[in-house]
Nanobody, 115 residues
Framework: QVQLVESGGGLVQAGGSLRLSCKAS????????MGWYRQAPGKLRELVAT???????NYADSVTGRFTVSRDNDKSTVYLQMNSLKPEDTARYYC?????????WGQGTQVTVSS
């Protein structure tokens, strides 16, 4: 079992930056593939970025070049650095951990980008 707690969301103006954190507990963090997803009102949850247990990364086209995902296994934490934020980035951002066909989700953190 893995527990995930996201933090770092908030209100920011377009062009600004935020850094999201997701702290994991309950299992061996380094073994898990981690991901950030987001869901805007009335829309499906979508992938933002992933980072595997060996730190390979993948990004949605919409955030490539603006967002960076990273992990600190010593702190059991995954980060999402978001730069050049746009109003269309407004959503609730969720952290996901998966391994061996099991997935765990956090409760999310709200990001609102004003124009």
């Amino acid at each position: 079992q893995v527990q995930l707690v996201e933090s770092g969301g908030g209100l920011v103006q377009a062009g600004g930056s935020l850094r999201l954190s997701c702290k994991a507990s309950g299992s061996i963090f380094s073994l898990y593939n981690m991901g950030w997803y987001r869901q805007a009102p009335g829309k499906l949850r979508e992938l933002v970025a992933t980072i595997t247990s060996d730190s390979s990364t993948n990004y949605a086209d919409s955030v490539t070049g603006r967002f960076t995902v990273s992990r600190d296994n010593d702190k059991s934490t995954v980060y999402l650095q978001m730069n050049s934020l746009k109003p269309e980035d407004t959503a609730r951002y969720y952290c996901k951990a998966d391994r061996m066909f099991r997935a765990y989700w956090g409760q999310g953190t709200q990001v609102t980008v004003s124009s």
